[in-house]
């Protein structure tokens, strides 16, 4: 059974009026001939630039960005950004409840959800700390992958998504890791006010003496 997002915000501790990254991608002007696009995303003081794997779709929305090969629907990843009033640590009550999350996250009609492995700080996307799942499972008769990952940003945490088909997963997992440790945050200096012409000063009129 997937878990809604209003869960997730609840299990992760995110305040619902805080402002989070918006993940609709924006594009960034890309070198001649390079055949890779690197995105952006933005807030109010940052911008974060990221850079899919070339030849993969990719589309986003508020705090929602998903990618996948061109014309492959059994490799997904997806990245959600989940808004904190204050940092938080990759504490134990933290991290039981990601696992729960994690394995309840698998898509419907899956079955036989396993956890595989876990570790911490195994990828550090942006230079922030992460734990890491690998998680099987079978859908429609078909062995799948998944790794889902926690990363620990200061202003937000990242869950993190790659499943694929397990003959594929082995091989996509490093183009997946290379695409997410990308992920470079930039701070946005306010723009300087514009000056403000000075005004010369008018000496009152002296007061004419009565006659």
């Given at each position: ?7 997730l915000l609840v299990l992760f501790g995110a305040a619902a009026m805080v ?19 690197q995105v952006s995303f933005r807030d109010a003081d940052r911008k974060v ?163």
């Amino acid at each position: 059974m997937r878990t809604p997002a209003i869960t997730l915000l609840v299990l992760f501790g995110a305040a619902a009026m805080v402002r989070a990254l918006d993940l609709t991608p924006q594009f960034v002007l890309a070198e001649k001939d390079s055949k890779e696009q690197q995105v952006s995303f933005r807030d109010a003081d940052r911008k974060v630039l990221f850079l899919p794997p070339a030849g993969w779709a990719y589309s986003g929305q508020a705090n929602r960005f998903q990618f996948n090969p061109k014309g492959s629907q059994a490799t997904q990843a997806v990245i959600e950004a989940v808004p904190l009033k204050e940092p938080k640590n990759l504490d134990p009550a933290t991290l039981k409840a990601f696992k729960q999350q994690a394995l309840a996250a698998v898509p419907a009609g899956s079955e036989q959800a396993t956890l595989l492995g876990e570790a911490e700080n195994a990828l550090m996307p942006g230079g922030n700390p992460s734990y890491q799942l690998t998680m099987s499972y079978k859908l429609h008769g078909k062995e799948f992958r998944r790794c889902s990952m926690l990363v620990n940003c200061p202003k937000e945490q990242l869950l993190v998504r790659f499943s694929a088909d397990k003959s594929d997963y082995l091989t996509l997992l490093p183009v997946f890791n290379r695409s997410l440790m990308s992920w470079q945050v930039v701070e946005v200096k306010p723009a300087a006010p514009a000056p403000v012409a000075s005004q010369p000063i008018v000496e009152p009129a002296a007061a004419q003496s009565s006659s």
